[in-house]
């Protein structure tokens, strides 16, 4: 008889599924039963819009960088990123023994929630909140506790309060929230951490920071609380969605905690070369950050002439709605463009549209066009 691999392993296992990213251009391709040769020719002319990566590639000092640190890929990397924590440290007004470096933000949060939850343990989060807390949860044989929005789109921080009990060790926060784009203010934040015992660990998460930093205050400066977390990430505004960087912000002695469960060389060498290459090209990031914001204005300018925008974003995506969502992808993925169905948060009728170049953005519209019943 076979074995059965799924009893042997830990009991959260059963509760557990693998994330699913957007869906790469390659494996759409292939799915509509092209092929090796098809797929080659077709790759260019495909648009991805599904995964909130930086449609204009990388800053230009960050791709020098990673030529230049590819002739030392045969070592070891410097397993306290060193250089990248001093560049971080100074940008932030803070001391680099204040932040923790990791394979992606993603990597970050799951160490966080290790750290803090186990069995018997909660850990809160919005129910339309980036899957990868509730993921993280299970993993840990946590218990995650979803609390729905006020509005459908919204952090309802009252009810989150409300949902705090002796068990609960770690509450998940994004701001601006993936999926929804929805924006908390610094003030409505200080005041949910006043609320709250010193104890408990908040994670906020701000993978896409740069996009409301004109209209937010800095959350890093701004925001006190002895168990705060902030996490940010060099995949967004900053290019680097390949090559994983993210990292977290907090008291040295919060983070010497989490530092025991970080893997050795956990951020490879080039990685923390382009990253510190990326910090230096300020200039050109917050230049993307402005064309990205333009756009995505025009598509919700676009959306809401056909009523079909959701809500308005302060990410880089646009919220598409209509009853027919489900189909309307499979339609668009023929016409070759990929956006992002939003049934696994429980929004069925949504997908997200990543705000891509003018010519990505001028290709879905005119996609949409073609497939809208």
């Known amino acids: 008889?076979?074995?059965?691999?799924?009893?042997?392993?830990?009991?959260?296992?059963?509760?557990?599924?693998?994330?699913?990213?957007?869906?790469?251009?390659?494996?759409?391709?292939r799915e509509l039963g092209l092929s090796e040769a098809d797929i080659a020719k077709?790759?260019?002319?495909?648009?991805?819009?599904?995964?909130?990566?930086?449609p204009y590639g990388m800053p230009p000092k960050a791709l020098t960088a990673i030529v230049d640190a590819a002739n030392e890929a045969h070592r070891y990397p410097d397993g306290d990123c060193f250089e990248l924590k001093q560049?971080?440290?100074?940008?932030?007004?803070?001391?680099?023994?204040?932040?923790?470096?990791?394979?992606?933000?993603?990597?970050?949060?799951?160490?966080?929630?290790?750290?803090?939850?186990?069995?018997?343990?909660?850990?809160?989060?919005?129910?339309?909140?980036?899957?990868?807390?509730?993921?993280?949860?299970?993993?840990?044989?946590a218990k995650g506790v979803a609390v729905p929005e006020h509005d459908g789109l919204t952090h309802d921080l009252d009810a989150m309060l409300d949902a705090v009990n002796k068990n609960t060790k770690v509450i998940c926060i994004a701001n601006p929230n993936n999926p929804t784009g929805t924006l908390l203010s610094?003030?409505?934040?200080?005041?949910?951490?006043?609320?709250?015992?010193?104890?408990?660990?908040?994670?906020l998460d701000e993978a896409y920071v740069e996009y409301v930093e004109d209209i937010?205050?800095?959350?890093?400066?701004?925001?006190?609380h002895d168990g705060l977390i902030v996490c940010r990430t060099f995949s967004k505004a900053?290019?680097?969605?390949?090559?994983?960087?993210?990292?977290?912000?907090?008291?040295?002695?919060?983070?010497?905690?989490?530092?025991?469960?970080?893997?050795?060389?956990n951020v490879n060498s080039i990685a923390q070369a382009a990253a510190l290459a990326a910090l230096d090209?300020?200039?050109?990031?917050?230049?993307?950050?402005?064309?990205?914001?333009?756009?995505?204005?025009?598509?919700?300018?676009?959306?809401?002439?056909?009523?079909?925008?959701?809500?308005?974003?302060?990410g880089n995506f646009v919220l598409f709605q209509h009853e027919n969502s489900a189909e309307i992808v499979k339609k668009l993925e023929q016409e070759g463009v990929i956006v992002r169905p939003l049934a696994p948060y429980g929004m069925p009728d949504v997908l997200r549209?990543?705000?891509?170049?003018?010519?990505?953005?001028?290709?879905?519209?005119?996609?949409?066009?073609?497939?809208?019943?």
């Not at 076979?2 to 869906?23: C, F, I, M, N, R």
């Not at 018997?120 to 509730?134: K, L």
């Not at 994983?244 to 060389?265: I, M, Q, T």
């Open 281 to 314: 090209d300020e200039a050109w990031v917050m230049d993307k950050v402005a064309q990205c914001k333009a756009e995505r204005a025009r598509l919700e300018r676009a959306l809401s002439d056909i009523n079909c925008l959701a809500a308005p974003s302060f």
């Open 42 to 54: 077709q790759l260019a002319s495909t648009v991805k819009l599904a995964s909130n990566e930086n």
């Open 186 to 203: 610094t003030q409505a934040l200080q005041a949910f951490l006043d609320q709250l015992p010193g104890h408990i660990v908040v994670i």
């Open 353 to 373: 549209v990543s705000v891509g170049t003018v010519a990505e953005n001028d290709a879905f519209l005119m996609a949409l066009s073609k497939v809208l019943p």
């Open 87 to 141: 560049a971080l440290a100074k940008k932030h007004g803070i001391k680099p023994e204040q932040l923790l470096i990791g394979n992606g933000s993603n990597e970050v949060l799951e160490l966080i929630i290790r750290s803090f939850a186990g069995a018997g343990d909660e850990v809160i989060y919005s129910q339309r909140g980036f899957i990868v807390y509730a993921l993280a949860t299970t993993a840990a044989g």
């Open 238 to 265: 900053y290019g680097l969605a390949g090559l994983r960087v993210g990292y977290a912000v907090a008291n040295k002695d919060v983070l010497a905690v989490v530092n025991r469960f970080r893997e050795p060389f």
């Open 216 to 224: 937010l205050e800095d959350s890093i400066q701004a925001l006190q």
């Open 1 to 29: 008889m076979a074995t059965d691999w799924l009893k042997q392993a830990v009991a959260q296992s059963e509760k557990l599924h693998p994330y699913v990213p957007g869906k790469p251009i390659a494996q759409m391709l």
